[in-house]
């Protein structure tokens, strides 16, 4: 007896993850790894010319598990309206084309109120 429940409830765990990976695959899931279910757009920046971003960064940014992440990255450091980013995800940094210079701080400042958080700055 104890072995068909053991059976049973090995076959209903199975089911579940068939089911949640079909949801997951035709866009269906309830969340993604970050537990919204709406997807997040990078809004894009009014000003697409590079040569009037003199200043180029990498930031280091912990805590990127998504697409939903990485543009919730870019969208914060794109807020200021002098800056353009673009997340690496592979590589866990944004690469930062930016009007003015920029110090680690204000790339912090730019995070702060999320969940992600700046784990190394470099200047190109």
């Not at 579940?16 to 695959?25: C, I, L, M, P, S």
Request: charged share 25%; net charge positive.
């Amino acid at each position: 007896m104890a072995a068909k429940l053991i059976i049973l409830a090995g076959a209903l765990l199975i089911a579940y993850a068939v089911y949640g990976t079909v949801q997951k695959v035709r866009g269906k899931s309830k969340s993604s790894c970050c537990g919204s279910a709406e997807i997040v757009m990078p809004k894009p920046v009014e000003d697409t010319d590079e040569s009037h971003y003199p200043y180029k960064y990498y930031v280091s940014v912990d805590g990127m598990m998504c697409s939903n992440c990485a543009a919730n990255v870019e969208n914060a450091i794109n807020k200021s309206g002098d800056t353009w980013a673009h997340v690496n995800l592979g590589r866990k940094r944004a690469e930062v084309l930016s009007k003015t210079e920029k110090t680690e701080a204000d790339f912090t400042k730019a995070l702060q109120g999320t969940s992600y958080k700046v784990t190394g700055f470099e200047q190109v």
